[in-house]
T-cell receptor, first 116, second 115 residues
Framework: DAGVIQSPRHEVTEMGQEVTLRCKPISGHDYLFWYRQTMMRGLELLIYFNNNVPIDDSGMPEDRFSAKMPNASFSTLKIQPSEPRDSAVYFC??????????????FGEGSRLTVL | AQSVTQLDSHVSVSEGTPVLLRCNYSSSYSPSLFWYVQHPNKGLQLLLKYTSAATLVKGINGFEAEFKKSETSFHLTKPSAHMSDAAEYFCVVTRRRSNDYKLSFGAGTTVTVRA
């Protein structure tokens, strides 16, 4: 299995631009999570999906952030417009139902976003 | 409510010596506890988990952790550190058998291994 695949691995953009981060979960996993990691705040859960349906988006910072999961094998996290404070590493993780319930998540390698 | 406190932000050990990473947790419910490892520029990887079976849990790469309810602790140990153990380690708590799939992460402990 290839694991969770994220793209791009690195993104440098200018303030005000739209950013789209992509994630392909592990085949057969029905939970997908988006996390953000910064030095100041550590790891924060932004949103998670179950069977492609958003279950909890209370961690999404503001309306500039949106996430979609159009099918079981693909999810996007979009920031529009981007701001320098959005600079962080964004992780996607997936899990089977039992794993999610017990905290066993499989993480991608992350997308490092820098907003100038 | 639930939270974890990792008592050391940085631990430095010599190769071949024991490693101890300390974690205390707080939970209003029966907890499940985990340790994850993050190598530089990589995602997090599960090292081991406690979900109400044996209190001494063995994980990958020679790590183990012991759940001590009376001390609300879940410390991670390894008898002999290897250079490849240099990484950041996260203690995590969640509510056992919950429908709320939110994990509470500690702030992390950075491990440095000296040759």
């Amino acid at each position: 299995d290839a694991g969770v695949i994220q793209s791009p691995r690195h993104e440098v953009t200018e303030m005000g631009q739209e950013v789209t981060l992509r994630c392909k979960p592990i085949s057969g996993h029905d939970y997908l999570f988006w996390y953000r990691q910064t030095m100041m705040r550590g790891l924060e859960l932004l949103i998670y999906f179950n069977n492609n349906v958003p279950i909890d988006d209370s961690g999404m910072p503001e309306d500039r952030f949106s996430a979609k999961m159009p099918n079981a094998s693909f999810s996007t996290l979009k920031i529009q417009p981007s701001e320098p404070r959005d600079s962080a590493v964004y992780f996607c993780a997936s899990s089977s139902g039992a794993g999610a319930n017990t905290g066993e998540l499989f993480f991608g390698e992350g997308s490092r976003l820098t907003v100038l | 409510a639930q939270s974890v406190t990792q008592l050391d932000s940085h631990v430095s050990v010599s190769e071949g010596t024991p490693v101890l990473l300390r974690c205390n947790y707080s939970s209003s419910y029966s907890p499940s506890l985990f340790w994850y490892v993050q190598h530089p520029n990589k995602g997090l990887q599960l090292l081991l988990k406690y979900t109400s079976a044996a209190t001494l849990v063995k994980g990958i790469n020679g790590f183990e952790a012991e759940f001590k309810k009376s001390e609300t602790s879940f410390h991670l140990t390894k008898p002999s550190a290897h250079m490849s153990d240099a990484a950041e380690y996260f203690c995590v708590v969640t509510r056992r058998r919950s429908n709320d799939y939110k994990l509470s992460f500690g702030a992390g402990t950075t491990v440095t291994v000296r040759a």
